[in-house]
């Protein structure tokens, strides 16, 4: 009898992976790019207690093949210098990779929660108490924050890329929009105009591309008159980015990543960097406290003129998260908070006030913990086991949706350790 796991899944080390060796019980969900499976090592594991997403790409599916695996690679990179770093506890780290020609395999821990969206259609009003919003918002701050001192833009905050551990902390998923800006993409940038957004047209801000490079050079001012290469660098390949949507809230994915989380000046094509992530901060706390986006027009084309000249909507008394949201969707994204200070800046917005940052994780009661259920309550695996390379062969039908995660929510949450 195959016994249920402990609470916490144990700190676990793949070394090598072989899809020969590995069985799989369901799969968890499926992007654009590759089908993520609930995993187990057959030979290092053969009781099966000890679970890990496994994320497949099909090279022959893919129809960019050159882009999506270029994309896939980084992925793998991201996430193997993440366990290089000793793993922030909310950013996932590679345990393990495989490739031969047909396919691209990585294992990543496994966070039996769902993602957000998901989490946010299961509340009562489909909204988060403000105590939720910050304690998710805190635990994202913290892992963006990780990601921006390796030099990594992350680019694709949205609830549908934050996952629920088990232990109800959450951690960041999806890392191939995410970009590194490099030393020396900087010094290039270095060399370009750094004058300050004023409010001006459209077209003439797109004249005055700029980056936050003090983490790596004191910003100099220069008078070198050519502006910078414009950077497209949120478009991605042609591969359509749609997700599979499990819950209502569906939404598409765009050239520029999510449409409702494109930053202004990603629409209007100008270079952006790290403050992308905290306009997206934005977008997701106002999406967490009301259950919309603030900027989401019938199609596309009045979704990107909102984004451009719509200020946000607010429902009642202005408050601190208001104030923070407020400050993080500021267009200019020189003016925004965070541009200047980075991370530290919005720790410190009085939304905040209170919140115990090195001790994030030590708070016993995040907001829900998830139930495993792919063990009954004898401590069975209550699925059947699926074989990866056979699901690929019969992907000509359409794959099943893997059903919402249970969880045990709390009613109340005391955030005084918080
Ligand atoms: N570690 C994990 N634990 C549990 N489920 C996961 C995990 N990683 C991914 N998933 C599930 O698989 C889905 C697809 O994963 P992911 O977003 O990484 O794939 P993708 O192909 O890169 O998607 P996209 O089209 O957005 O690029 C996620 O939305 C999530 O539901």
Redo the contacts with the bound molecule.
Sequence with gaps: MEKRPPQEQRQQVLTDIDLDNLRATKV???????T?FLAYDQTRDPASRTPF?L?VVEKSSLNNKFEAERRARWEIQVLAKLAACNANPFL?HLLSSFENSDFLAWA????PG??LNVLRHRQTDRVFSPAVVRFYLAEIVCALEHLHDMGIVYRDLKP??I?VQQSGHVTL??F?LSRSLTKPRIETLLSSNHRRYEHQPVNAQRKHNRRNMSRWFPVVPNNDKKGLKKTNSARVSPVG?R?QSFVEGERS?SFVGTEEYVSPEVVRGDGHEFAVDWWALGILSYEMLYGTTPFKGKNRKETFRNVLMKQPGFVGKRNDLTDLIERLLEKDPTRRLGYQGGAGEIKEHVFFKGVQWELLTEVSRPPCIPLRDEFDTTGNVTTGWLDIKEYFQNLRAPPSIPPSPSYECQKKMSFTEF
């Design positions: 968890l969900g499926k992007g654009a790019m590759g993520v997403a994320k996932p990543v821990p496994f966070c769902g993602d549908e890329n996952l998923t999806d191939d980015r997700k994915n």
